[in-house]
């Protein structure tokens, strides 16, 4: 049973990527979006904890990075940068959404 | 694959409804079927035709009420939600005893029920929020 967690607030604003990380699962997917893109960025603050969410596949809205002025190269590793098509993908490739609000 | 749209936020305020309605034409144009987007909370707001936006920026509501129309979406505005923050609708106008109303094209007023049942119904029910 695989879980896509939705987290759309800057890691600098609010604690739900954190919260986040401490529920999601082996296998399971992070998209990050709207001002939740911050937390894909390399060398910042939560980029360790990232890091060490081991089995935890990292995915980032590709016009919300564009939106912030955040490109691919200020990303972290392992991070995919997908599109909406992308989004919807995520969203029935796993079993369920749990939308980090 | 068939989806449910919960919207909690208001047009212009938070892009919640505007990733939303994102993620929406992307779902459609996949091919997939989007069974309700339930509008909650200040995402009502979304269903006003009282909305005038500068002509160079994206009307939210229309853009919502084209898209439900080109689709056959069933966009439904929560009641409660709705009387707190005038979004009136015919029927409301009466029961309510007000001399207007103000619900977009393709929207309708509903109950809680309405996002229950989605959940039950969707095989993804995915939330845009603040």
């Known amino acids: ?101 | 694959m068939k989806f449910a749209i919960q919207v909690n936020e208001g047009p212009y305020q938070h892009q919640a409804t505007d990733s939303a309605y994102q993620f929406a034409k992307a779902a459609l144009d996949a091919g997939h079927e989007i069974m309700r987007v339930f509008f909650y909370h200040d995402g009502v707001n979304n269903g006003t035709n009282l909305t005038t936006p500068p002509q160079d920026d994206r009307n939210i509501v229309n853009r919502w009420s084209e898209l439900g129309k080109a689709h056959d979406l069933d966009l439904v505005v929560c009641v409660a939600a709705a009387q707190r923050r005038g979004i009136v609708d015919e029927g409301e106008m009466q029961r309510n005893g007000k001399d207007a109303q103000n619900i977009a094209d393709g929207f309708r007023i509903s109950g809680l029920g309405q996002l229950i049942e989605a959940g039950i119904q969707s095989e993804r029910l995915v939330v845009f929020g603040d």
């Not at chain 1, 607030?9 to 990380?21: G, I, Q, R, T, V």
């Not at chain 1, 401490?22 to 709207?34: D, I």
């Not at chain 1, 912030?68 to 098509?85: F, H, M, P, Q, T």
């Open chain 1, 1 to 101: 049973m695989s879980t896509l967690h939705t987290v759309n607030k800057s890691p600098f604003e609010k604690n739900s990527l954190a919260d986040c990380l401490g529920y999601a699962k082996e296998g399971s997917a992070v998209l990050m979006y709207e001002d939740g893109v911050y937390g894909a960025m390399k060398g910042n603050a939560v980029a360790e904890k990232v890091a060490a969410a081991s089995g935890v596949k990292f995915y980032a809205l590709g016009p919300d990075l564009k939106a912030r002025g955040i490109s691919e190269e200020k990303l972290a590793e392992g991070i995919e940068v997908v599109d909406y098509a992308g989004f919807v993908n995520l969203a029935v490739e796993n079993d369920k959404v749990s939308a980090w609000v």
